[in-house]
């Protein structure tokens, strides 16, 4: 199985700042034959079921803000929030869609300082 | 409205049964693939089975394989999850979710979720 490992567990940013939380898979999510990451982000928030915001590492959803941004390759990824806002607040995971058992990452919180 | 609503959560004892249905709406629901999510209270998000758009492909994570089955009815445009020897550790919130192709990848819609408790 690939194990996603997400870092931190939880970090406090201030309103207008970066927050960056990085996923790192046990194993390459990169499938050479048409050199795409197969990994997304979720944003949960509180009471709420998961929310699609980014697939294929960098392609964001249709009405997910652009201060939402994804990057990485291979077993290295990030996502950035550029400005973070009230609503941001949720916790945050990454999924590999490589192979099954899908597998999702531990989860990183994010909170407001 | 394109929607996911699960029904058939609740309380259960240890080694019983229960079948969980998602009813989905707006959407040609036998295009996509579907799954179940699971999420232990305060815990993270676990994959539970998939099933391919063409309804031919069914996949397991291991903690559940032999015990749960996924299945549809493509005319009732419902998802099932039927949870045979339910244990306490299967205890969570379980989403239905539907994948962006008929293919088992990610999820780009989700259920509100039932709640399964397996308890004495």
């Known amino acids: 199985d690939i194990v996603m490992t997400q870092s931190p567990d939880s970090l406090a940013v201030s309103l207008g700042e970066r927050a960056t939380i990085n996923c790192k898979s046990s194993q390459s999510v990169l499938y050479s034959s048409n050199n795409k990451n197969y990994l997304a982000w979720y944003q949960q928030k509180p009471g709420q079921p998961p929310k699609l915001l980014i697939s294929?590492?960098?392609t964001r959803e249709s009405g997910v803000p652009d201060r939402f941004s994804g990057s990485g390759s291979g077993t290295d990824f990030t996502l950035t929030i550029s400005s973070l806002q009230a609503e941001d607040v949720a916790v945050y995971y990454c999924?590999?869609?490589?192979?099954?058992?899908?597998?999702f990452g531990g989860g990183t919180k994010v909170e407001i300082k | 409205e394109v929607q996911l609503l699960e029904s058939g959560g609740g309380l259960v004892q240890p080694g019983g049964s229960l079948r969980l249905s998602c009813a989905a709406s707006?959407?040609?629901?036998?295009?996509?693939?579907m799954s179940w999510v699971r999420q232990a209270p305060g815990k993270g998000l676990e994959w539970v089975s998939s099933l391919s758009g063409s309804g031919a492909n069914t996949y397991y994570a291991d903690s559940v394989k032999g015990r749960f089955t996924i299945s549809r009815d493509t005319s009732k445009n419902t998802l099932y999850l039927q949870m045979n020897s339910l244990k306490a550790e299967d205890t969570a919130v379980y989403y239905c979710a539907k994948d962006r192709t008929g293919l088992v990848r990610f999820f780009d819609l989700w259920g509100r979720g039932t709640l399964v408790t397996v308890s004495s």
């Open positions: 294929w590492a960098s």
């Open positions: 707006g959407f040609p629901f036998s295009n996509y693939a």
């Open positions: 999924q590999q869609y490589y192979t099954t058992p899908l597998t």
